[in-house]
């Protein structure tokens, strides 16, 4: 009697053998460099929304605008992750892939 169930689960494990390469496409280096470019122009628009979201915070502040002081603390807290989201991305993207190649 076959087993489906098990040739399904043995056709699973199969091992196509990729793995990640540079230079195997041309304009990697220009794919590298726009990325690196909308990192920058990110970085660049979050010290931007920091800068608005401190404002409207102490504008909200002074003012006694509670529902604007709110505001600008939630802009500041996330221009903040932003920032270090947009700052670790490679890092983060090199874990999990480091982290991916080990599993067999």
């Known amino acids: 009697m076959p087993f489906p169930l098990a040739d399904h689960v043995i056709q699973l494990a199969f091992d196509p053998g990729i793995s990640p390469k540079g230079g195997g496409l041309p304009g990697l ?3 590298k460099n726009v990325v690196n470019t909308i990192n920058m122009f990110g970085i660049i628009a ?4 920091l800068a ?4 409207v915070w102490a504008w909200g502040h002074h003012t006694g605008g509670h529902q604007a002081e709110a505001n ?33």
């Open 29 to 31: 280096a220009v794919l």
């Open 46 to 49: 979050v010290v931007g929304a």
């Open 52 to 55: 608005v979201s401190l404002g």
């Open 72 to 104: 600008g603390k939630k802009g500041a807290v996330v221009a903040a992750g932003a920032a270090l989201g947009l700052g670790a991305a490679n890092g983060i993207v090199a874990f999990f892939s480091t982290l991916g190649s080990q599993v067999q």
